[in-house]
Antibody, heavy 121, light 108 residues
Framework: QVTLRESGPALVKPTQTLTLTCTFS??????????VSWIRQPPGKALEWLAR???????YYSTSLKTRLTISKDTSKNQVVLTMTNMDPVDTATYYC?????????????WGQGTMVTVSS | SYVLTQPPSVSVAPGKTARITCGGN??????VHWYQQKPGQAPVLVIY???DRPSGIPERFSGSNSGNTATLTISRVEAGDEADYYC???????????FGGGTKLTVL
């Protein structure tokens, strides 16, 4: 069974750095074509793609957030980590990680349950 | 950057057919995926590569894609289909994933 689970702080202060971890099971991020993305959703708003890391360690970022994001993976731990610097209240959202199996054009077939992050002083 | 446009809301009576559109420049040349999201839940894939259905998704869900519009069609709509629906593509020119703004389906 394939699962993904996001973890991280529920509350961060403005200007702080957010670190989120996606822990997955049931697949290997070393398998050719496999990708894990981070996607967020502010309350009541649409989904927004943030970043992706591929099986070959290639990394891609949202143009608008590129300077603030870093994505990495630890294949041995089955984890993908996203860091976002200089957090602002507008970054308050539910953050999801999701898997695609056949490269960047593939659908996100499995999603984590999401983790809600509030940015407030 | 590539933009996907969805109607904010669609309403349909039970048993009727709902059609949710997703507009984009020459979207017919791209692969479109559709997700269903119920309140408080993560999105669930309902259609991939324009018209394929994952296992476990009812045959009432279908998709098409041509020209500048992709369409998610839900036949014989049930109360349980009430949710937000999002279309998604990968813009190969910028290596960027794009989501539509979402459509709230209301079952009357």
């Amino acid at each position: 069974q394939v699962t993904l689970r996001e973890s991280g702080p529920a509350l961060v202060k403005p200007t702080q750095t957010l670190t989120l971890t996606c822990t997955f099971s049931g697949f290997s991020l070393s398998t050719s074509g496999m990708c894990v993305s981070w996607i967020r959703q502010p309350p009541g708003k649409a989904l927004e793609w943030l970043a992706r890391i591929d099986w070959d360690d290639d990394k891609y970022y949202s143009t608008s957030l590129k300077t603030r994001l870093t994505i990495s993976k630890d294949t041995s731990k089955n984890q993908v980590v996203l860091t976002m610097t200089n957090m602002d209240p507008v970054d308050t959202a539910t953050y999801y990680c999701a898997r695609a199996q056949l490269g960047p054009n593939d659908a996100f077939d499995i999603w984590g349950q999401g983790t809600m992050v509030t940015v407030s002083s | 950057s590539y933009v996907l446009t969805q109607p904010p809301s669609v309403s349909v009576a039970p048993g009727k057919t709902a059609r949710i559109t997703c507009g984009g420049n020459n979207i017919g040349s791209k692969s479109v995926h559709w997700y269903q999201q119920k309140p408080g839940q993560a999105p669930v894939l309902v259609i991939y590569y324009d018209s394929d259905r994952p296992s476990g998704i009812p045959e009432r869900f279908s998709g098409s894609n041509s020209g500048n519009t992709a369409t998610l069609t839900i036949s014989r709509v049930e109360a349980g289909d009430e949710a937000d629906y999002y279309c998604q593509v990968w813009d190969s020119s910028s290596d960027y994933v794009v989501f539509g703004g979402g459509t709230k389906l209301t079952v009357l």
